[in-house]
């Protein structure tokens, strides 16, 4: 080591720069959480003058309490977003009662377009997680638009919905969150296949914990999981859960942990499907999506997880990409 000439520490071991696009609940709960985890400086961006400079500041004033030195900056541009590691995206509508994700499709569509044109013409090696509804349509959309190899662009839906489902089992059987596993597959929607075989309680197979109509009830109740929660809230849809999962990511990115995680990642071969985003196993690290983990599946599961593949593929070619 040379004394007196050590680098500034900003060019040696800078802080990984995260950028949400989005400042509404999922997106503003992603900053939150990223920096009270200390992940990464963040750039909040949404297209309403004052709300994603608002809640910057907001959250930089609660850094001296939680005791982060994370940077907060809000901005309706993209300049500040230049260099970033990762780009959360959460820009788009949210569900309203009665609606599906599908119904948000095109709208949603658009503006993810315009969101990944801005961002990569500003961060060409970011890893793009992308999160706005109908989600595995959007990832795709997201990746042709980036041209970026598919590894740096994956989506949020797994994490989430397997939380949801640990979440009933471990109220089902009063046990804690923290010891129960759960796997779910598939198209992030009412076809999503959660696969009650892999899924553990302290490593035992929630199958010999419960009668089947109980997990029966589990499933069906994981599977709609989104819809539950858009019905109380009437206006607007989930966002800490979906914004915690966000984050188990970028933590698995930016830590290069190597984190065996649900996520949408593209697949062309794996499952049988042919070239296009679906949930899987993956595992997350620096590089984004290092590999697709390929489990053997039942007749049945192979069956559900093929009638979800179809869903995303109808959704996607309503897309023409
Ligand atoms: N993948 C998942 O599991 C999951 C979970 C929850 C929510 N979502 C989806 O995430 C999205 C955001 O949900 P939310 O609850 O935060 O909604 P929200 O309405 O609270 O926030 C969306 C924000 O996007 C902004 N926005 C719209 N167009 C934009 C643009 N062109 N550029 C930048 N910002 C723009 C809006 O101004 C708004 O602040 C929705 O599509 C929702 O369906 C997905």
Redesign the pocket.
Known sequence: MQVGKAEPLSAVNRRPKITV???????ASVAQYTVERELGDVVL????EG?PQGKALDLAQAGPVHGYDSSLIGSNGYDETAGSDIVVI??????KPGMT?DD?LFK?AE?VS??VEQVVARSRDAILIL???P?DAMVQLAWRKSGFPHQRVV???GV?DSARFRTFIAQELNVSVENVTAFVLGG?GDTMVPLPRYSTVAGIPITELLPSDRLEALVKRTANG?AEIVNYLKS????YA?AA?VVEMVEAIVKDKKKILPCAAYCDGPYGVPGFYVGVPVKLGRQGVEQVIEIKLTADEQAAFQKSVEAVRELVDKLKL
């Open positions: 696009v989005g400042a509404g609940n999922v997106g961006v949404d297209v309403i709300i959460t820009a788009g509508l949210a569900r994700r948000l949603n503006i315009a969101v999160v706005t509804n989600l989506g949020m839906a989430l992030h989104g607007g849809s989930a966002y979906p999962s």
